[in-house]
Structure formats: C-alpha cells, structure tokens
C-alpha cells in the first residue's frame, strides 16, 4: 500500500467512492492552498497515515486539517477546522460521499442497533453510520466517530444540521451539514472537530480458523473504556497464542469515564475497535498469531461491512 495524499476517491467492489472536501459557508475546500502535509508507511506495508493542513484563503481565512489512517477495507480520517483572524465557522458541511454506480441498497443504522434500508432519507441529528451493499456482494459502512456527541452537538450551540442519503438507478450520495448558525445566533470563535471511517468488504460464511486461539468474551464492554483498552493491548503484548475476541455489541455507550471529559457524551467504539483490530494484528504478526473481533449476531446482521473487516485478521499480505 503506497501512501498518497489524501485525494478522496476509493475503489471498492467495483465502485468509485468520492468523498467530497469540506465546506466552510460559501467557501469550499477545493479553493484551499495546501500549506503542508507529511505521509508514513508502515514497515511492513499494511498501511500509511497522512496530515495535511490548508488554508482556505477567503472571508475571514479558514485552517483546514486533515489526518487520516488507511489500511485494507479502511479509512479512519479526523478533520479539524477553525476560522482565522478572529472570525467565527458560521456554517460547515463535512465530507460528502458519492458513488457512481452500482449500489443495490442503502441503509441507516439506528440508535437502537438495527438497520433500516431506504432509498431516500433525511435528518438533522447525524445518524451512527450509513450501510451500503454493493452490487458485487461488498458492503460499506461510513461511520460517524466514537465521538458522537461532537456530530450531534450542533443545537447546544444554537446551530442547526442536517443530513440526507439518496440512492437512484444505483447512484448514491450523502451529505451533511455539521453546524449552521442562523443570523441572529453569533457563532463561537472556536475550533470544530469530527472524525469519521469508512470500511469495506465482503462478508464471508464463516469467521477465520485461528488453530489454538485464546477466545475472550467481551459482553457489556466498551472499547472506549481507558481500561478496557489497556486491557487488551496487555493482552496483545503478552499472550503466546491468537485472540478471538467475541460477543462484542460495538454499540452507543454514555459512561462518564469514556470519554475523559467528566460528564455523560454519547459515544461509539467502533473507531477504538479498528485501531485495536490493525494494532493487535501488526504487534502479533511477527509471532505467526492474530487477532479477531466478532461481533454480536445482531450487530452482523445490520452491520455487514464492519463485521466482515474485524473478523477476519488483517493479512500483512493483502
């Protein structure tokens, strides 16, 4: 996997996925200067992380900084934007995703875990994830963060957002609008920041033979827990055989402590599990072991794409 700027555009199952800049009011990414960026691959080739910071050289000037991570069947990005010169984000779209073609579904992944599939949908607090089947059997899901609350935080502030999903003749587009301040509303003169993933891959019937794997039950935890993810890195560091990790809900958690912030912010571990997922299986790779995460069955079942990427180890081939 070679390291490349951060472009947008991702083939996978035969479609072309492009996920648009992001907007600041009338302003766009793609009139933005480019004032540095720095790559680093991974020794042993499975994947790259890149950041790249840019100016948006109208209105009041905006910084825009992008840090991303890819590796097979992902991409994790984290955006971070702020107003210059003492100005405020009035309004700011984030990252809208298009396909071209060859989409046979499209989904959204409720609070409550299920999913449902539409062919259009619309809303204002952001959805967990948009899910998608491909006509060749991959599937997709785009994730909002683990930090939830930061997606849905917009009316605390006085902000408005929104967000809308289409798919016709196999085309499919999704947008949304993080935060929007009426004009009787002054926005804060503060810096946002969301992250979100995309995964992809095809679900296969059955999860990997790992011969004298270590399986683990991990019913009721949250892998944003500081604890629980000290837990398994311990795990990873010292164990002489694979992991299966099993039973894991990857659902919406408010524990006070997840978060580090001393109050209750809904929040996922889905982010928390990938990194886990591709740091665990390059820490154990050397050893001839690996690592695997499986899912709930109900979580399988309404999130394919993602069940399908943790549970199957990540090969340093691929």
Known sequence: MTPEPFNGEIVAGGASFRLGGVRLGMFDESSALEVKQRFHELADGTGFSGRIEKTVPFGCEYAVVRTYERFPGVLRVALDVRALHGGAVTECMLDPLEISGGVVRAGILRDDGATDWFDRAAGDAMPRAVELELADGTFAELQTGDDLWRHRSAAASGASSAW?????????????????????????????RWEYALVWARPGNAAAVMTGAETVD???????????????????????????????????????????????????????????????????????????????????QARPAFAARLRQPLDIKE
């Open 164 to 192: 809308e999903m289409t798919l016709d003749g196999g085309k499919f587009a999704f947008s949304r609008t993080m935060v929007k301040f009426p004009a009787d509303v002054p926005p804060p003169s503060r810096p946002w």
């Open 218 to 300: 991990c019913a009721g935890m949250c892998f944003a827990a500081p604890p629980v993810r000290r837990k398994f890195r311990d795990m990873v560091r010292r164990t002489n055989c694979s992991l299966r990790l099993v039973n894991v809900a990857a659902g919406i958690c408010s524990e006070a402590g997840h978060t580090g912030r001393g109050r209750e912010l809904a929040h996922q571990d889905a982010g928390e599990l990938l990194a886990l997922f591709a740091w665990g299986n390059r820490m154990l790779a050397p050893r001839g072991l690996a690592l695997a995460v499986e899912l709930t069955a109900p979580a399988v």
